[in-house]
């Protein structure tokens, strides 16, 4: 088994930054692909990045692109996701994600173990 916990959320303007961070306890993250996922309110949850186990893999969704950076710690267990020039379209609880697979995949269903969410909400 593998827990994740997210932490990091919170409150801010738009054009602002917050990081948020994944730590996994268990089972070590071994060769497994990290995702962060987000739901809005109304509408389905969605894939917002994911880094393969090497790290030499990313990959962000097209709204996201250029804004957000996926980055991770083995050693640590840690998964981070840095979101910067937030807009009020990025408002959502954002889930931290472990496959079962070592490829890179924007397929929930390739996610086996899931956090409970943290809150983002950006103020316009």
């Known amino acids: 088994q593998v827990q994740l916990v997210e932490s990091g959320g919170g409150l801010v303007q738009a054009g602002g930054s917050l990081r948020l961070s994944c730590a996994a306890s268990g089972r070590p993250l071994s060769m497994r692909t990290m995702g962060w996922f987000r739901q809005a309110p109304g509408k389905e949850r969605e894939f917002v990045a994911c880094i393969t186990w090497s790290g030499g893999d990313t990959y962000y969704r097209d709204s996201v692109k250029g804004r957000f950076t996926i980055s991770r710690d083995n050693a640590k267990n840690t998964v981070w996701l840095q979101m910067d020039s937030l807009n009020a379209e990025d408002t959502a609880i954002y889930y931290c994600?472990?496959?079962?697979?070592?490829?890179?995949?924007?397929?929930?269903?390739?996610?086996?173990?899931w956090g409970q969410g943290t809150q983002v909400t950006v103020s316009s």
């Open positions: 994600a472990a496959t079962r697979v070592a490829v890179a995949t924007t397929d929930p269903l390739d996610y086996r173990y």
